[in-house]
């Protein structure tokens, strides 16, 4: 786990990875998000993940025209909101939010924000104890993991990258990857008040994840330092998937 006192947030920039527009979401045909109005409208790329980003605090709804249901902040430790979009309805985007509870979604309107794409997507395989990084549904990428213990198990769902942040020691590595993951476990880890589960550098580990991978955590995702690195490129709001395996 990340303990929230000792984050200092580091550019989130979406920098190549990303594509920017104005133009508003569609439902296509099969379900599929794109940019644009059907026809000849710009599409997302294949394979991507829209994203929406906040330039003010928000309101979310629980529907499109619907109650209030969540207040959707400009940042979020210090890091932009920049949120995946789950799906779409004319003029409105559900997106997932960083908070607690995990998984937890609202809908706002599209004029609200500011809507990109990123093509890449990281797996997390805790049976496998490996993680693999994808662009345009290609894997590009693949690592052993050190994982959560069972003990202090890594959080399983959908979520995504929140912001990246300073280390707060030399064996975080040169960066540490936020998630919008909350333990499950632990509920205030070093008295920050949270327990966000990040993906860094092995703390001393790189022996026991090796190349198969370990269960050494309490929740995060530890890399040997080579592997961190590949991660560099991913923008913030791309999707993380933690499956059970």
């Known amino acids: 786990?990340?303990?929230?006192?000792?984050?200092?947030?580091?550019?989130?920039?979406?920098?190549?990875?990303?594509?920017?527009?104005?133009?508003?979401?569609?439902?296509?045909?099969?379900?599929?998000?794109?940019?644009?109005?059907?026809?000849?409208?710009?599409?997302?790329?294949?394979?991507?993940t829209l994203l929406a980003t906040f330039h003010g605090a928000e309101q979310g709804y629980g529907s499109p025209n619907g109650p209030p249901s969540a207040s959707i902040p400009a940042t979020w430790h210090g890091a932009q909101s920049i949120l995946p979009v789950v799906t779409a309805q004319p003029g409105w985007v559900d997106v997932r939010l960083a908070q607690r509870?995990?998984?937890?979604?609202?809908?706002?309107?599209?004029?609200?924000?500011?809507?990109?794409?990123?093509?890449?997507?990281?797996?997390?395989?805790l049976k496998k104890m490996h993680i693999y990084l994808f662009k345009a549904d290609q894997l590009i990428y693949a690592a052993p993991a050190g994982v959560g213990t069972v003990a202090d198990p890594t959080p399983t769902g959908e979520f995504f990258v929140a912001f990246f942040a300073?280390?707060?020691?030399?064996?975080?590595?040169?960066?540490?990857?936020?998630?919008?993951?909350?333990?499950?476990?632990?509920?205030?880890?070093?008295?920050?008040?949270?327990?966000?589960?990040?993906?860094?550098?092995?703390?001393?580990?790189d022996a026991e994840i090796g190349t198969t991978g370990a269960r050494v955590s309490h929740g995060c995702v530890r890399l040997h330092i080579a592997d961190l690195l590949h991660l560099r490129i991913v923008p913030a709001g791309s999707p993380i998937d933690v499956v059970a395996g």
């Not at 569609?26 to 394979?47: C, F, I």
């Open 1 to 48: 786990m990340l303990a929230l006192v000792a984050i200092t947030t580091a550019s989130c920039a979406s920098g190549n990875g990303s594509h920017t527009t104005t133009k508003a979401p569609h439902v296509t045909s099969d379900g599929s998000l794109t940019l644009g109005a059907a026809g000849g409208a710009p599409l997302t790329p294949a394979g991507s």
């Open 101 to 125: 509870p995990n998984e937890s979604t609202a809908w706002v309107p599209v004029a609200d924000v500011t809507l990109s794409s990123t093509p890449y997507k990281i797996l997390i395989d």
């Open 166 to 205: 300073e280390p707060p020691s030399p064996g975080y590595g040169p960066f540490v990857m936020v998630s919008s993951a909350h333990s499950n476990k632990i509920s205030d880890w070093e008295s920050s008040g949270d327990a966000l589960m990040a993906i860094h550098g092995p703390l001393g580990t």
